[in-house]
């Protein structure tokens, strides 16, 4: 009983600092990336599918609150990406997906920005190309663009 309440507590912790961590870079983002329908509907919707996990893996409170805590984890993460003025916060692909990363200014090179439909289309990083996926307001983006630019 008291290892289960350990991971429970270690669970609890590793939610809650990394949802801290994700809501901290939105906030500090000189350009948050806009909320999207499909960013909007994954953050509607994960919560219910946490709980509904939840509730068939026991249907207790301490269950309830173990998956309100991940699903605020997983929203933190949809929403906190953006540009910083140390470089560009991203969702990488693959088993670090779950912390997003900063690609620092120095190392991004070749950004391509589509501005009418207001995205970051891909930036290259070192040797990878990222696709992020953001789309920014069009004053955003027009700053984003003139100061890639300089």
Request: charged share 20%.
């Amino acid at each position: 009983m008291s290892e289960q309440i350990a991971v429970y507590g270690l669970l609890l912790l590793a939610f809650i600092s990394g949802s801290i961590y994700h809501f901290r870079i939105r906030k500090q983002c000189i350009h948050p990336v806009r909320l999207t329908k499909p960013r909007i509907i994954i953050s509607i919707i994960t919560p219910f599918i946490f709980c509904f996990i939840a509730y068939i893996g026991g249907n207790l409170w301490n269950y309830y609150m173990l998956a309100l805590v991940a699903a605020v984890f997983i929203i933190s993460g949809v929403v906190g990406e953006g540009i910083h003025k140390k470089g560009i916060y991203y969702r990488p692909i693959g088993q670090a997906a779950l912390l997003i990363r900063l690609a620092k200014w120095e190392d991004v090179k070749d950004i391509k920005i589509d501005t009418n439909k207001n995205k970051l289309q891909s930036f290259k990083l070192k040797t990878t190309t990222i696709y992020p996926g953001h789309y920014y307001s069009p004053e955003d983006i027009n700053e984003i663009k003139k100061s890639i630019e300089r």
